[in-house]
C-alpha cells in the first residue's frame, strides 16, 4: 500500500508560527524583566553603597587589596560547582530546621541595668548576635533582628527565632562591631534602627560605604583595616585578620573587607573570630593580642565543599586554643538555615572536639547571662536529632595541614 504524502506547512504558514513564537518570547522576556527590575527595587535599599571616590582611595592603598579586590592571605579553594548545585538541590539534612520552638530566656532593659559583677558578661542572641559587657562598657557584635539574612523581607533564609531582647529594649550601647557585610552579619533595619540612636559604628574598610548609603552620618563611622585599632572609651578595638569573602551583591563581591575583632579593657579581653576559615594568623592574633578571657568563634554553616571559608567545629576549637582562649562561646549557629547540615550538628561536634582537645565551652540559651570568668553550667537545651561527625562529614581549611594535626581524620583536599 502505498503512503500518501505528508503535507508540508506553506511558507505563510511558517511565517505565522515564527511570529507567534517571537511574540512569546518577547512576552516572556518583558514579564522577566519586569520581575527583576521590581525585585532590584524591592532590594536595591539593602543591599547597600558602592565603594568609590576617597573611601576607594584608601582600600587601594591596603597591602590586602589587589586586582582590584581585597584578597585572603591563602589561596581559597572551592569544591566543584557542579557537586556543589547538586549538594544544594538534592542533598542536606533532614534537620535543618528546628520543628519544635527553640527555648530563650526573655530579655528587657531592665536586665541590664546593673552591671556584672566580674566585670565582664556576654549575652549571645542566636547566630553572630551579641552583646559583650565588657569593664564598664558595652559592645554589641553583628546586630542583625530582621527576619530574614536577605535583602528582601519576604524570601531568603529565614530565622529560627524571634530575637529573645527586641530592639526596642537593647540598652545604651558604646560601639556597633560588624565583621563582614553579608547579609546575616549586615542588617538594614537593624543598622537604621540603631543609627537613629547616634550609635558609633566600627567596621572594617569598604563597609562604611552601606552605612553612608543608609544615612549614618560619618562621624559615626571607624573604619579599619587588619591590624587597626581605635579607642571607644576605655576599650580598645583592633581588626584581626580573616579567611572568608564579601559582597552583598555578586559584581561587589570582595569589595569591602572582612575581619575579626579584639576587645580589650582595662582588665578583661575578648576576641570575635567573624566568618572565617583556618588560617595561622591566629597563633599571631594570640601572640599580639592574647590572651582572652573570652573567645566568641563561628562554628556552623560549614561543609567540604567551602572548606577554605568557614571553620567548622573542630577547627573553631583549634582557633580557641590557638588565640589562647580561656572560654569559649560558639556562635555562628542557631539562628539561620545557611548549609546543608542539621541545625544542632555544629554544637554537638563542638563538644566533642572540645572535650578532646580540653576547652572550655559554654553554651547559654539565646538571651541567656553569661559571665565566663566565673563557674557556670553549660546545659544541653536544644534537642537530640541526628547529626554526622567529623569522621563522616569532615571539613578543613586547606593549605593549614600544620594545624590540624591530630584533629583531622583525613588529610584536607
Same mark, same amino acid.
Given at each position: ?28 522576556? =518583558? ?11 524591592? %532590594?536595591?535599599?539593602? #543591599? ?11 582600600? /587601594? ?72 559587657? =565588657? ?5 554589641? #557584635?553583628?546586630?542583625?533582628?530582621? %527576619? ?29 562591631? #560588624? ?11 537593624? $543598622? ?30 571607624? /573604619?579599619?583595616?587588619?591590624?587597626? +585599632? ?8 583592633? @581588626?584581626?585578620? +580573616? ?19 579584639? $576587645? ?8 570575635? @573570630? ?78 566533642? %572536639? ?22 557556670? @553550667? +553549660? ?27 591530630? =584533629? ?6
Amino acid at each position: 500500500m502505498s503512503r500518501a504524502p505528508v503535507a508540508k506547512p506553506s511558507l505563510r504558514g511558517r511565517r505565522r508560527w515564527l511570529r507567534f513564537a517571537g511574540v512569546g518570547v518577547a512576552c516572556l522576556l =518583558i514579564v522577566l524583566t519586569i520581575g527583576v527590575s521590581a525585585l532590584w527595587l524591592l %532590594a536595591r535599599d539593602a #543591599i547597600g553603597g558602592r565603594v568609590e571616590g576617597a573611601r576607594l582611595a584608601r582600600i /587601594e592603598r591596603s597591602p590586602h587589596w589587589r586586582e582590584g579586590q581585597f584578597q585572603n592571605r591563602l589561596a581559597r579553594v572551592d569544591g566543584p560547582l557542579m557537586e556543589t548545585l547538586s549538594e544544594w538541590l538534592f542533598g542536606g539534612s533532614a534537620h535543618r530546621f528546628p520543628d519544635t520552638p527553640v527555648p530563650l530566656v526573655a530579655r528587657a532593659a531592665a536586665d541590664y541595668a546593673t552591671p556584672p559583677s566580674t566585670g565582664l558578661r556576654v549575652t549571645w542572641f542566636g547566630h553572630s548576635t551579641s552583646l559583650l559587657e =565588657i569593664d564598664g562598657q558595652r559592645v554589641l #557584635i553583628d546586630p542583625v533582628w530582621g %527576619a530574614r539574612a536577605s535583602p528582601l523581607a519576604f524570601a531568603g533564609p529565614k530565622r529560627y527565632f524571634t530575637p529573645p531582647l527586641p530592639l526596642a529594649e537593647l540598652p545604651a550601647i558604646d560601639a556597633v562591631l #560588624i565583621s563582614h557585610d553579608h547579609y546575616d552579619h549586615l542588617d538594614r533595619p537593624t $543598622i537604621l534602627a540603631l543609627a537613629a540612636r547616634g550609635t558609633r559604628f566600627v567596621v572594617p574598610l569598604g563597609i562604611g560605604a552601606h552605612l553612608e548609603k543608609w544615612g549614618v552620618p560619618l562621624r559615626d563611622v571607624v /573604619e579599619l583595616d587588619w591590624w587597626e +585599632s581605635t579607642r571607644v572609651g576605655g576599650l580598645t578595638l583592633t @581588626s584581626t585578620p +580573616s579567611r572568608h569573602f564579601s559582597g552583598r551583591l555578586k559584581p561587589n563581591e570582595n569589595r569591602t573587607l572582612w575581619t575579626g575583632w579584639s $576587645i580589650a579593657g582595662a582588665a578583661h579581653r575578648a576576641y570575635y @573570630s567573624g566568618d572565617t576559615a583556618l588560617d595561622d594568623t591566629a597563633i599571631e592574633i594570640g601572640a599580639r593580642l592574647g590572651p582572652f578571657d573570652l573567645t566568641m568563634i563561628e562554628v556552623g554553616e560549614y561543609d567540604a565543599l567551602w572548606s577554605d571559608v568557614h571553620l567548622g567545629p573542630e577547627q573553631a576549637v583549634r582557633v580557641h586554643a590557638l588565640v589562647g582562649g580561656r572560654v569559649m562561646l560558639p556562635v555562628h549557629w542557631a539562628g539561620f538555615d545557611l548549609a546543608l547540615h542539621g541545625w544542632t550538628e555544629p554544637i554537638e561536634r563542638v563538644l566533642v %572536639a572540645s572535650r578532646a582537645e580540653g576547652v572550655r565551652v559554654a553554651t547559654p540559651l539565646p538571651g541567656e547571662l553569661l559571665e565566663p570568668t566565673t563557674s557556670f @553550667s +553549660s546545659v544541653r537545651w536544644w534537642p537530640v536529632l541526628p547529626w554526622r561527625t567529623v569522621q563522616q562529614a569532615p571539613a578543613f581549611s586547606t593549605s593549614v595541614a600544620h594545624l590540624l594535626a591530630p =584533629i583531622a581524620p583525613e588529610a584536607p583536599r
